[in-house]
């Protein structure tokens, strides 16, 4: 288990399905072989430099924080994954990020369905968590060689802008 990088004031908070196997081996949030969201957090100018995995921990200085749904170590596909929406969501309304992303469509369309909301698309999503808007990514995942249109860079972008309105 990873810890959260929470404190008030962030401008946005990543929120990961479940911290992968290789991630919690190395001891730092998407750190398994191919994975892009480093990479994405950099070209999409949401952070001045490009960031490691094992720079995990310095993102709430850029008022960026991280988080899972499912707070042991899981991959985001298995099934029965141990979900805590009621404690989640106690987060979001405690430090009140500008914005709420889920680093994949399997984490935003995990908590809709808790909501009983629809299930998401790629974007900015018509519910919220805690009163926060919602931003759903496609995952960064090195496994995740799914093409969208726009590209996977692009709707990092795309978070960026919603975070500087936000």
Do not use: C
Request: hydrophobic residues 35%; without cysteine.
């Amino acid at each position: 288990m990873l810890p959260d990088y929470l404190q008030p004031n962030l401008r946005f908070v990543l929120v990961g399905t479940a911290v992968g196997e290789k991630s919690a081996a190395r001891g730092h949030y998407y750190a398994g072989p191919g994975n892009d969201f480093w990479r994405f957090l950099y070209e999409a100018g949401l952070t001045p430099t490009r960031l490691a995995p094992s720079d995990d921990a310095t993102l709430p200085r850029y008022g960026i924080g991280l988080t899972d749904l499912v707070k042991s170590v899981a991959q985001s596909h298995d099934r029965g994954l141990p979900y805590d929406f009621p404690r989640f969501t106690g987060k979001i309304a405690t430090y009140q990020p500008g914005v709420v992303a889920f680093t994949s469509k399997e984490a935003g369309k995990a908590f809709a369905r808790s909501l009983r909301e629809p299930v998401p698309s790629l974007g900015a999503a018509p519910w919220t968590v805690a009163g926060r808007p919602v931003f759903v990514l496609p995952s960064p995942s090195g496994a995740n060689r799914t093409p969208t249109d726009p590209p996977r860079v692009e709707w990092w972008r795309r978070l960026a802008r919603t975070v500087q309105e936000a």
